[in-house]
């Protein structure tokens, strides 16, 4: 089935209900049209059409107008650990993905593949050999505020236009349900934290942010868990945090900048927290586990390990530069099988230096090569063009980074 929706509007329509002023929740509806034609426009244009995709069967295949469509959007070896008394192995439980549209996805099967073109961002999902998907993906680019002098040099002055954005990837287990939530409420959360504070306690507002939605997962009683990364665009800095093993990968001048750590039981300092706080660490089934069962040793839910699985992300904050081209967050089943240079080099190929620029084209190159490689797990992968949040307006005229 192949379904294909544009939707003049700024607010990505994933799973994100955002309640500051002015994103507003967001449901698509799938269209009778044919496919439109994706859409580059330029970084200062009021709205850009946001082109999604769908797709569980060969593309030519025709889809039915009356499908409600939502988006959807975890090895190192070594030596095994001493022999020691411990608990038993706790299992996470499995449980099965649920939807905000049940009836319309019953309809058109499981989604293989999600694909999507927005305003400076674009977005490429594969399922991998699960039943269902169990990834998902935020994003909000309309969160306004004032202007503010922030760059000045020795012959001109520069205005930035503060220009809040949010994106989000999101790697369950154990189900979708955790992912699924994340995605509507963390961004919420985190902006509420940031509005009421100071400016340098921002990394204490992302985390207050994150822990917030744990505990509110963790009070639905729903079961599973994910890993996350976030980053939040917001006066010139990129605020990049996650919990967990998705990454975030800075292009800076084409060289690859890694601007998270994956959250690993095979980490040192992640081992001996977990073990002070009673837990153990075993190298089960190939790689580290924590209580022989999760291979992640932070993320959001995972109430059964929630004394050793803790949601608190770690945080860095880059200031943004003319060099700073693009960022891509994506789940684990893309960095497993794909280094973070192979990555920058196969985004650039197709958005620095050439006149018909192809993100959404490299998001794709992406997924496939990761897939071409042997990947099973499922695959997210987006691709923020810095330069599209960047507007900057020389006193007398305006240049944008590109």
Known sequence: MYCAVAVPLRVSP??????????VALNLHASPSSPSTPSHSSPTSPLSPLTLRLNDQPEDEPVSSSSSTTILTTATSGPALMKRNRPAMIKIPSSGL???ATEALAEVGPMDKVEVEG????VCCKRGKRRAMEDRYSAVVNIQGDSKQVFKYDLSMFIFVQLQVFFGVFDG???AKAAEFAANNI???IMKEVTRRREEEIEEAVKDGYLTTDAEFLKEGA??????VTALIREGDLVVSNAGDCRAVLSRGGVAEALTVDHRPCREDERDRIENTGGYVDYCRGVWRIQGSLAVSRGLGDQHLKNWVVA???????????????LILASDGLWDKVSNQEAVDVVRHSCVGIDKLEPFSACKKLVDLSVTRGSIDDISVMVIQLAHFISQHMLGGSINFR
């Open 14 to 23: 994933l799973f994100y209900k955002l309640s500051v002023s002015p994103p």
């Open 98 to 100: 649920s939807f905000v």
């Open 119 to 122: 305003e400076g961002y674009y």
């Open 173 to 175: 287990h154990g189900g």
């Open 187 to 189: 961004g919420r959360n």
């Open 223 to 228: 079961s599973g868990g994910t890993c996350c």
């Open 312 to 326: 608190e992300p770690e945080t860095k904050v880059v200031r943004l530069a003319p060099e700073c081209e693009f």
